[in-house]
């Protein structure tokens, strides 16, 4: 309940102040387990995409937001879980996988952190890994101008890249950082 009440007050209020504009909403798959990725550039990301998409996201987050009593109690209503950046994290990676098996979608930015440039980083593999130890798409999105307080923001949202070769075997490290640096070219295209 939350957050659809949210959502609606939000995306309201990035098309009055903010003149948004959401393109290719068709290719969001309308049902299944679904990994969401996208560039990070703002603190403002994972509100835009959450309200862009019209099903719900359950967003990593930073384990430390989760030490803010207040923020933390909200991000956990609005779906979001905690992962450890500084380590591999067994309970979110069984906590993402629950998700996406159940048929939810799962946001992360596979940068791992913000771009302070707005270039795109190197991806890590957690997003791919997730995918295909799901079974499910990766839906590439491109954020732009979410940075500042006035420019327009633009959600373009790609085609899903699904990966059945990879599915039916077990990929290597090497595969897993290939298709991390495939969906980031595909953002990388969406934001020209």
Aim: proline residues 6%; glycine residues 8%; hydrophobic residues 50%.
């Amino acid at each position: 309940m939350l957050y659809t009440v949210l959502r609606v007050i939000i995306r309201g209020m990035l098309l009055v102040w903010r003149r948004w504009q959401v393109i290719g909403l068709e290719h969001l798959p309308a049902s299944g387990g679904v990994v969401v990725v996208a560039n990070h550039v703002s603190n403002l990301d994972p509100v835009v995409l959450g309200c862009a998409l019209t099903r719900r996201i359950h967003f990593m987050a930073k384990a430390q937001l989760f030490k803010v009593p207040v923020l933390a109690t909200i991000i956990t209503m609005l779906g979001a879980f905690p992962v450890n950046r500084e380590k591999s994290d067994r309970h979110a990676i069984r906590k993402a996988l629950e998700l996406l098996q159940s048929g939810n979608m799962v946001g992360v930015f596979p940068e791992g952190t913000r771009s302070k440039t707005g270039e795109l980083q190197k991806p890590h593999i957690g997003a791919a890994m997730l995918a295909v130890k799901a079974d499910v798409p990766i839906l590439p999105v491109a954020l732009k101008g979410t940075r500042g307080m006035f420019d327009k923001i633009t959600v373009i949202i790609g085609e899903p890249v699904y990966m059945p070769e990879l599915w039916r075997g077990r990929p290597g490290k090497e595969e897993l950082e290939a298709l991390s640096q495939q969906v980031m070219d595909q953002i990388a295209n969406l934001m020209k």
